[in-house]
């Protein structure tokens, strides 16, 4: 009995110590993460061909040159049991090769490797979770050379998440692999609020959906449209920044909504400095999507290195909001988001408009300091801050600009 309450209190020793000098990895996402995930077009339909074609497709379309990095393979890749040794175990009817060989594959093409498992003690989709096997899950990731990490949070019964989290945060640290940690428990329990020190990035929604603006009811829970996720949740800018960023879900763009709605889609992301992960089928996307996801001068407003969320300046004028990002050197991005079903006219006289945010403590002041004017989906520079931008914006679509300080 002394032998055993002995060896309880080592252990119980060495994880304290664990814990008292885990912590993240730093510096690992100092901009939102991008990439690809399979869940919104594949759910469960995944395999490794899957996975690999995937691969081939992002570098072949021009989306890694343009940022993405990571694919990341979401959930039901597993065999319904762990091993004998209590190791998680690939489905080998969908992934033969195994796990290793298939994060060989993706960091062959200059890629990251991605994957999803739950903070519960099983996933969404009933495989097995992390729950109980935190440090050995994480020391297998890393033999994996796995480098993005989605947690979920179902079957978590009556858990604290925010300590349920820091223990996968301090596996992975243990573990000696440097992975981003994607914090999934769709904002039930706050995690802006004390995700910094826990992870890169925290969902702050339930499930996204292909359409613009509705919600799908599920009975327990509901999924979200565009302009339905970008409302959820308010008054939380401030806790997103480098390093720890708010994360609205998975880009649906061409997955069934309009080319206008995928537009919009891919700019609010960017203003809200959300993390740019696609979930389309990208082995056959038409140029047009293509030319969405990789616009490079929409990317590097999401990607600026000052890494603030936007703040909504007006409020449903005709049903166009009016959405402002300040960036590194001065300059801004403004949005002008037409939410309504009807064709709207935007007249903006800058010189009416003094923006003080008090985020980032920037002012946006056009009487004292005159911006170039650039839309960055039409590629063409508009004049300058002294003249009224005056244009036309279709339904649920946008204008998007940048503003040069000169």
């Known amino acids: 009995m002394k032998?055993?309450?002995?060896?309880?209190?080592?252990?119980?020793?060495?994880?304290?110590?664990?814990?008292?000098?885990?912590q993240k990895f730093q510096g690992l996402a100092l901009t939102p993460p991008m990439g690809w995930n399979s869940w919104n077009t594949f759910a469960c339909n995944v395999d490794e061909v899957l996975i690999r074609e995937a691969a081939d497709a992002i570098v072949a379309s021009g989306m890694k040159e343009s940022g993405y990095q990571y694919v990341v393979l979401d959930d039901c890749w597993e065999a319904m049991a762990r091993?004998?040794?209590g190791n998680l175990v690939a489905d080998l009817n969908k992934f033969p090769s195994g796990m290793k060989v298939l994060g060989?594959?993706?960091?062959?093409?200059?890629?990251?490797?991605g994957i999803h498992n739950c903070a519960g003690t099983k996933t969404c989709a009933g495989y097995p979770g992390g729950r109980g096997h935190e440090f050995q899950?994480?020391?297998l990731y890393a033999s994996w050379g796995v480098d993005f990490l989605k947690y979920d949070?179902?079957?978590?019964?009556?858990?604290?998440?925010?300590?349920?989290?820091?223990?996968?945060?301090?596996?992975?640290?243990?573990?000696?692999?440097?992975?981003?940690?994607?914090?999934?428990e769709w904002g039930d329990t706050k995690p802006w609020e004390w995700g910094k020190d826990v992870g890169h990035l925290w969902r702050i929604t339930g499930d996204i959906t292909d359409c613009f603006d509705c919600e799908v009811n599920h009975g327990s829970w509901s999924s979200w449209?565009?302009?339905?996720?970008?409302?959820?949740?308010?008054?939380?800018?401030?806790?997103?920044?480098?390093?720890?960023?708010?994360?609205?879900?998975?880009?649906?763009?061409?997955?069934?909504?309009?080319?206008?709605?995928?537009?919009?889609?891919?700019?609010?992301?960017?203003?809200?400095?959300a993390p740019l992960i696609a979930g389309n089928d990208v082995r056959s996307m038409k140029?047009?999507?293509?030319?969405?996801?990789?616009?490079?001068?929409?990317?590097?407003?999401?990607?600026?290195?000052?890494?603030?969320?936007?703040?909504?300046y007006t409020d449903n004028e005709n049903g166009v909001e009016v959405w402002v990002k300040p960036l590194k050197n001065d300059d801004w991005a403004v949005c002008f988001l037409n939410k309504s079903e009807q064709k709207q006219k935007i007249d903006f006289d800058w010189s009416k408009h003094y923006i003080a945010d008090d985020v980032s403590n920037k002012i946006l002041d056009t009487?004292?300091?005159?911006?170039?004017?650039?839309?960055?989906?039409?590629?063409?520079?508009?004049?300058?801050?002294?003249?009224?931008?005056?244009?036309?914006?279709?339904?649920?679509?946008?204008?998007?600009?940048?503003?040069?300080?000169?």
């Not at 992975?172 to 999934?184: E, K, M, N, Q, Y």
């Not at 720890?244 to 995928?262: A, F, L, Y």
Request: hydrophobic share 40%; glycine share 6%; proline share 2%.
């Open 287 to 312: 140029k047009e999507i293509a030319d969405i996801l990789t616009n490079k001068d929409v990317i590097a407003i999401d990607q600026d290195s000052l890494g603030v969320q936007a703040l909504k």
């Open 83 to 85: 091993d004998n040794a």
């Open 225 to 273: 449209g565009i302009i339905k996720t970008i409302e959820l949740r308010k008054g939380i800018r401030q806790y997103s920044g480098p390093d720890h960023w708010n994360d609205p879900d998975m880009m649906e763009i061409g997955r069934g909504m309009s080319q206008s709605e995928d537009r919009a889609h891919f700019s609010m992301w960017a203003m809200l400095a």
């Open 104 to 113: 060989d594959y993706i960091h062959s093409k200059g890629l990251k490797f």
């Open 3 to 22: 032998k055993i309450i002995f060896f309880i209190f080592i252990i119980a020793i060495i994880a304290s110590a664990t814990r008292a000098s885990a």
């Open 153 to 184: 949070w179902c079957s978590h019964g009556t858990a604290n998440s925010e300590e349920t989290y820091k223990t996968m945060r301090d596996a992975l640290h243990t573990a000696g692999r440097p992975i981003v940690f994607s914090i999934c």
């Open 137 to 139: 899950d994480a020391l």
């Open 367 to 406: 009487k004292g300091i005159q911006f170039g004017i650039r839309d960055l989906w039409s590629k063409k520079n508009l004049g300058d801050t002294k003249k009224r931008l005056t244009a036309e914006v279709a339904s649920h679509d946008v204008l998007m600009v940048r503003l040069i300080k000169q």
